[in-house]
Nanobody
Framework: QVRLVESGGGLVQPGGSLSLSCVVSTSIFSLYVMSWYRQAPGKQREFVSTITSAGNTNYASSVKGRFTISRDNAKNTVYLRMNSLKSEDTAVYYC?????????WGQGIQVTVSS
């Protein structure tokens, strides 16, 4: 069973930065497309960013230029660096690992942007 464990969330002031990590328990991490999603209170889960096994990245328009996704295949870890955080970035952030037809989710981690 593939397990994903997120870390790095917390409370940050508007304009601040935060980094999330997601460690994946698998021997074939490099084959997975890794993504971050988020879900704000009362809203549906939404796509944030993705990075392919080749290192190609994509971002939601709402975070482009502020967030950076990266991966370290030697550590089975995907990262999300979040800069210039806004109150509307407040959400539970989820890590996703996909190797079609399989898709796995982490338990989620809270990010709160507030003064």
């Amino acid at each position: 069973q593939v397990r994903l464990v997120e870390s790095g969330g917390g409370l940050v002031q508007p304009g601040g930065s935060l980094s999330l990590s997601c460690v994946v328990s698998t021997s074939i991490f490099s084959l997975y497309v890794m993504s971050w999603y988020r879900q704000a209170p009362g809203k549906q889960r939404e796509f944030v960013s993705t990075i392919t096994s080749a290192g190609n990245t994509n971002y939601a328009s709402s975070v482009k230029g502020r967030f950076t996704i990266s991966r370290d295949n030697a550590k089975n870890t995907v990262y999300l660096r979040m800069n210039s955080l806004k109150s509307e970035d407040t959400a539970v952030y989820y890590c996703n690992a996909q190797n079609t037809p399989y898709s796995y989710w982490g338990q989620g981690i809270q990010v709160t942007v507030s003064s």
